[in-house]
């Protein structure tokens, strides 16, 4: 037997047959192995999302259902609307402490309230208020929402909020109201 040459020890045949098998292993894991896994990886990837997703809207549904019952429900009927009123000169007075009070009741510190003088001489029939008050932003709205039932109420010229230190605000407003 020699010993220098492959083809010696093994017949050309067997060899011929040995690459064609190692060939055939090689495109088997090349053609089908290796994109099966890509796609199982990737499938594994989606799955990752979908469960993501389903966690999430297991978190969100109620508070859907207490959103979409709350779209349901009848709708609010508004702001106030009452029946308008002149306020007399003897009045006036009694509507700058009701507007202290008004400003008390939502948690917020009247810090000036000073009725603009000249319009109480002039001919038109309206009185400016200017009110400078500190207290909460969010108790603002329930504050604009009663001034605005009052039935000598006819407008707020300004707004003005300035942040203060802490967490409250500044906040200024020129309040109209009818008078006789």
Same mark, same amino acid.
Do not use: C, W
């Given at each position: 037997?020699?010993?220098?040459?492959?083809?010696?020890?093994?017949?050309?045949?067997?060899?011929?047959?040995?690459?064609?098998? %190692?060939? %055939?292993?090689?495109?088997?894991?090349?053609?089908?192995?290796?994109?099966?896994?890509?796609?199982?990886?990737?499938?594994?990837?989606?799955?990752?999302?979908?469960?993501?997703?389903?966690?999430?809207?297991?978190?969100?549904?109620?508070?859907?259902?207490?959103?979409?019952?709350?779209?349901?429900?009848?709708?609010?009927?508004?702001?106030?609307?009452?029946?308008?009123?002149?306020?007399?000169?003897?009045?006036?007075?009694?509507?700058?402490?009701?507007?202290?009070?008004? %400003? %008390?009741?939502?948690?917020?510190?009247?810090?000036?309230?000073?009725?603009?003088?000249?319009?109480?001489?002039?001919?038109?029939?309206?009185?400016?208020?200017?009110?400078?008050?500190?207290?909460?932003?969010?108790?603002?709205?329930?504050?604009?929402?009663?001034?605005?039932?009052?039935?000598?109420?006819?407008?707020?010229?300004?707004?003005?909020?300035?942040?203060?230190?802490?967490?409250?605000?500044?906040?200024?407003?020129?309040?109209?109201?009818?008078?006789?």
């Amino acid at each position: 037997m020699r010993t220098g040459k492959l083809g010696s020890i093994m017949p050309t045949q067997s060899l011929v047959f040995l690459a064609l098998g %190692a060939a %055939a292993i090689l495109a088997f894991i090349l053609l089908i192995i290796l994109p099966g896994q890509r796609q199982a990886a990737e499938l594994d990837r989606e799955i990752a999302g979908l469960t993501a997703r389903i966690e999430e809207q297991r978190v969100l549904a109620p508070i859907f259902t207490t959103l979409f019952a709350k779209a349901k429900a009848p709708a609010a009927l508004g702001l106030p609307t009452p029946t308008r009123a002149k306020l007399a000169r003897a009045e006036i007075g009694g509507a700058l402490k009701h507007l202290q009070e008004l %400003a %008390a009741a939502h948690k917020m510190a009247v810090r000036e309230l000073t009725p603009d003088v000249n319009t109480l001489t002039d001919a038109s029939a309206r009185f400016l208020v200017q009110l400078l008050a500190n207290g909460q932003f969010m108790d603002l709205r329930g504050f604009l929402v009663d001034i605005g039932s009052l039935p000598y109420f006819e407008g707020i010229e300004e707004i003005e909020i300035k942040a203060v230190e802490g967490n409250t605000k500044d906040i200024g407003l020129k309040i109209s109201l009818t008078r006789e």
